[in-house]
Each structure stands twice: as structure tokens, then as C-alpha cells.
């Protein structure tokens, strides 16, 4: 498993810098991607193979369905000869599920909206390329993350030289802070096998939780934890 630290996942302030940071020194997109991967619990791969279909409304909310990711391939290998190839989702030992559905805090919604409009949910087309227009490259977006990062925590010993999938370790972990956190839906939207497995890896952090600092989370909570309930009750009844 994949066992987290918690005292290296960055609180919702601080994820918050590492995306303005980011937006800062490359454009919006790229503080739009470190708050999409964060609040939506992704890895990297997954992040970078986002399209503007992979949103859908359902009874009014936006949902992000996680069914793809960007895997590196050797050319060689490759039918086409790309190096770059659209897969399902799995982790490396071939457990996760997909797709999955993650609710979308109504914050990057509108955030979302006002970059895409009409076309959020209608298209192929990636949300995050390159500065050329290309598709973005995973080396690229690291060492881009690790510029932020070193600016952010040269003097934070316990963040200096976290990865971009702490992202994911950050969204599961505000999941887990929400109040009345149903534990069986964090498994769902997280994508995991078994509910077993997913506390075994976050043991740690679940047991942390009163000493991560979750700064700012409060906002970010309200706006999904009850409606999402609503949706998933909505769902079940065919409303």
C-alpha cells in the first residue's frame, strides 16, 4: 500500500499556494490542475488524461468520472509508435476499480465553468497541455511541481520535496475530516477495492487527524459533503 504520511499531505491553505503558485509561473490551467488532482483525490496520471467529457451533471451537481489515465509507453512497443498511451485507471498491482465518480467541490465548478462555459462536459479535449498547446508531459508537470514546492517549503522540513501524489493523499485525506464521513463512499470515490484496504493504507492519517492542520477546509466540506449525500440518495431512488 501506498501508507501515507500525514505529516507530509499539505492542508487546504496550503494546497491552495502550491496552485497559485503553479498558476503563477505557468498559467490558471496549471492551478486549476493542482486543485482539480487534490480536491478529486487523483494521481498525476489520471490528472493529465482529463477531458472536458470526463465531467457529467447528475441532478444538478458535477461529477468527475476517473476511468482513464495517461500511461508512459516505450516506442518500440508501441502500434503506433507514441509514447504516451490512454488506458484505464488501476494502481500498479491492478486493484483499483474504475471508472469511479468523484463529487466536485462547487468552488472549482465555478472556476471550471468560467474557463470552459458550454463545453465542460461535451468534448475530448484535454484540459491540460503543454505551453505550446501539446499534450503535457507527466516529466514536465514534476519538475514543475518541484520548483513550486522548493519556492513554498525551503524553510517547512516536512513538506520540502513532497511529491505530486501527495495530491491524492491530500484529497482523501479532506475526505476523511469531512464531518460524518461516510467511510464506504470515500472507498467509491477514491477507488478502491475493498473498504478494508483503504483504511489498512490510511490508518495513519485517520488516526492523525486532530493533528493535521485543515485549515480552510471548512468551506470546502459544506459545499459537497450534504449535497453529495443528496445526489447519491436522488440516484438511488431515480429522482
Not at 487546504?12 to 496549471?30: F, K, N
Not at 470552459?116 to 508531459?137: D, I, K
Not at 449535497?227 to 436522488?234: V, Y
Request: with cysteine; aromatic share 8%.
Amino acid at each position: 500500500g501506498e501508507r501515507p504520511d500525514p505529516r507530509r499531505i499539505p492542508d487546504p491553505r496550503q494546497l491552495r499556494e502550491i496552485a497559485d503558485t503553479m498558476g503563477e509561473s505557468h498559467g490558471p490551467v496549471w492551478e486549476t490542475f493542482v486543485l482539480l488532482t487534490g480536491y478529486c483525490a487523483l494521481r498525476i496520471s489520471e490528472a493529465l488524461d482529463v477531458r472536458l467529457d470526463s465531467f457529467e451533471q447528475r441532478n444538478g451537481r458535477w461529477w468527475l468520472n476517473v476511468a482513464t489515465q495517461e500511461h508512459r509507453a516505450v516506442a518500440a512497443c508501441s502500434d503506433t509508435g507514441a509514447t504516451k498511451e490512454r488506458m484505464r485507471t488501476k494502481s500498479t498491482r491492478r486493484r483499483t476499480p474504475a471508472p469511479r465518480l468523484v463529487p466536485i467541490p462547487n468552488q472549482l465548478v465555478e472556476r471550471l465553468e468560467a474557463h470552459y462555459g458550454s463545453t465542460l462536459g461535451t468534448t475530448e479535449v484535454r484540459l491540460f497541455v503543454g505551453p505550446r498547446g501539446g499534450v503535457a508531459n507527466a516529466s514536465t508537470v514534476r519538475e514543475w511541481w518541484n520548483c513550486a514546492i522548493a519556492e513554498l517549503f525551503m524553510d517547512n522540513p516536512r513538506l520540502a520535496g513532497i511529491k505530486p501524489h501527495s495530491l491524492r493523499h491530500a484529497g482523501m485525506t479532506y475526505w476523511f475530516a469531512a464531518p460524518n464521513a461516510d467511510q464506504k463512499k470515500i472507498q467509491l470515490w477514491g477507488g478502491w477495492t475493498s473498504l478494508t484496504q483503504m483504511l489498512d493504507t490510511y490508518r495513519g492519517v485517520i488516526d492523525s487527524l486532530e493533528e493535521v492542520s485543515l485549515e480552510g477546509l471548512d468551506d470546502f466540506v459544506e459545499q459537497f459533503a450534504a449535497t453529495a449525500d443528496a445526489d447519491e440518495t436522488n440516484n438511488a431512488t431515480g429522482k
